[in-house]
């Protein structure tokens, strides 16, 4: 069975053609799917297409949240209801197009569990596609998972890899990233990405500064969630030996500085800007250092009875002969 799980904000539009554009390609591929929408707050008739769409097909269900919470706790929704044993999650405006999940199950069918759609070709202004370019090689940079475009919302997963993951925040842009740390093949193929019928887009310039922010979580989470000793220790051991360089530069050079004896030229430490850029270090490597060591006391506690590893597979009991 595939689960396609849409998040919706204000598409009373676009859901109608969705839906038919789904049922299409499932009926033509003859596919086993089932549709959620999650209404993410929205303020326009959204819920009621939803509602018309479900009292219709058996195979819509739909999801009403209170307010608006944002796209990564739709989609966590979503996940939790989903049945199917793959997972497809794509906008609801009609610029992801249904008739690529073929190529989608093709891909995951080569052995990958994770396939991210990429907009090669993108309809949207300079002013998006540039910063997004830009983000996505720093993402590829840091985690290592070196995608074309992270922030595509047409993505296919073996539903097992999300029973793993925990999305808050603005962390759905990063769900290849956080499945490929616990183990996930993951791939991409290129997609068609339709000019927008309806609406408008809902993202703005700020969500460049929060994924940023959220790309700096997600490097830590996934690189040091159960040794951040190995990053707040390196930064202090780096801080503190630059400093203590410092403090013996600032040592030596007061030493030679009383060598003749002449009081005139003796070299006064508080007058230099060095002296307190040297005390500084050394506090801050022994604050980073400190810092990490109860992160990793906070970290041992927390993963008491918790599960370290992602088992991809089992054998089989065998009966006794």
Same mark, same amino acid.
């Given at each position: 069975?595939?689960?396609?799980?849409?998040?919706?904000?204000?598409?009373?539009?676009?859901?109608?053609?969705?839906?038919?554009?789904?049922?299409?390609? $499932?009926?033509?591929?003859?596919?086993?799917?089932?549709?959620?929408?999650?209404?993410? /707050?929205?303020?326009?008739?959204?819920?009621?297409?939803?509602?018309?769409?479900?009292?219709?097909? &058996?195979?819509?269900? /739909?999801?009403?949240?209170?307010?608006?919470?944002?796209?990564?706790?739709?989609?966590?929704?979503?996940?939790?209801?989903?049945?199917?044993?793959?997972?497809?999650?794509?906008?609801?405006?009609?610029?992801?197009?249904?008739?690529?999940? &073929?190529?989608?199950?093709?891909?995951?069918?080569?052995?990958?569990?994770?396939?991210?759609?990429?907009?090669?070709?993108?309809?949207?202004?300079?002013?998006?596609?540039? &910063?997004?370019?830009?983000?996505? $090689?720093?993402? %590829?940079?840091?985690?290592?998972?070196?995608?074309?475009?992270?922030?595509?919302?047409?993505?296919?997963?073996?539903?097992?890899?999300?029973?793993?993951?925990?999305?808050?925040?603005?962390?759905?842009?990063?769900?290849?990233?956080?499945?490929?740390?616990?183990?996930?093949?993951?791939?991409?193929?290129?997609?068609?990405?339709?000019?927008?019928?309806?609406?408008?887009?809902?993202?703005?310039?700020?969500?460049?500064?929060?994924?940023?922010?959220?790309?700096?979580?997600?490097?830590?989470?996934? /690189?040091?969630?159960?040794?951040?000793?190995?990053?707040?220790?390196?930064?202090?051991?780096?801080?503190?030996?630059?400093?203590?360089?410092?403090?013996?530069?600032?040592?030596?050079?007061? %030493?030679?500085?009383?060598?003749?004896?002449?009081?005139?030229?003796?070299?006064?430490?508080?007058?230099?800007?060095?002296?307190?850029?040297?005390?500084? $270090?050394?506090?801050?490597? $022994?604050?980073?250092?400190?810092?990490?060591?109860?992160?990793?006391?906070?970290?041992?506690?927390?993963?008491?009875?918790?599960?370290?590893?992602?088992?991809?597979?089992?054998?089989? &009991?065998?009966?006794?002969?």
């Amino acid at each position: 069975m595939l689960t396609a799980v849409i998040p919706v904000f204000n598409e009373e539009e676009s859901l109608a053609e969705l839906h038919r554009e789904l049922t299409e390609v $499932a009926d033509a591929e003859r596919y086993e799917l089932e549709i959620v929408f999650i209404d993410d /707050g929205s303020t326009d008739r959204s819920w009621d297409e939803i509602t018309r769409l479900a009292a219709a097909d &058996p195979r819509v269900r /739909g999801i009403r949240f209170r307010r608006n919470f944002g796209k990564a706790a739709a989609l966590m929704a979503g996940f939790r209801e989903a049945r199917g044993d793959v997972v497809f999650t794509l906008d609801a405006d009609l610029q992801d197009d249904p008739h690529e999940i &073929p190529r989608f199950l093709e891909q995951l069918d080569s052995g990958l569990d994770v396939v991210s759609g990429w907009k090669k070709v993108r309809h949207d202004p300079w002013h998006k596609v540039g &910063p997004s370019r830009v983000f996505n $090689a720093l993402v %590829g940079r840091l985690t290592g998972v070196k995608l074309h475009d992270h922030n595509c919302g047409f993505k296919c997963y073996r539903r097992e890899m999300l029973e793993e993951i925990q999305l808050y925040g603005e962390m759905h842009r990063f769900v290849p990233v956080l499945t490929a740390a616990r183990g996930a093949r993951v791939g991409e193929v290129v997609v068609a990405h339709r000019a927008r019928k309806f609406g408008q887009s809902k993202y703005g310039v700020r969500r460049f500064v929060k994924g940023f922010l959220d790309l700096l979580t997600v490097y830590f989470l996934t /690189g040091f969630n159960q040794r951040p000793q190995h990053l707040l220790g390196t930064l202090g051991l780096v801080s503190f030996l630059l400093g203590g360089m410092g403090v013996f530069v600032l040592s030596l050079w007061w %030493g030679i500085s009383r060598l003749d004896g002449d009081p005139l030229t003796d070299l006064h430490l508080h007058t230099r800007a060095i002296f307190y850029f040297t005390i500084m $270090a050394v506090l801050l490597g $022994a604050q980073f250092m400190t810092i990490g060591f109860l992160a990793e006391q906070l970290t041992a506690f927390q993963m008491r009875g918790a599960s370290t590893y992602s088992i991809r597979q089992r054998t089989e &009991p065998t009966e006794k002969r």
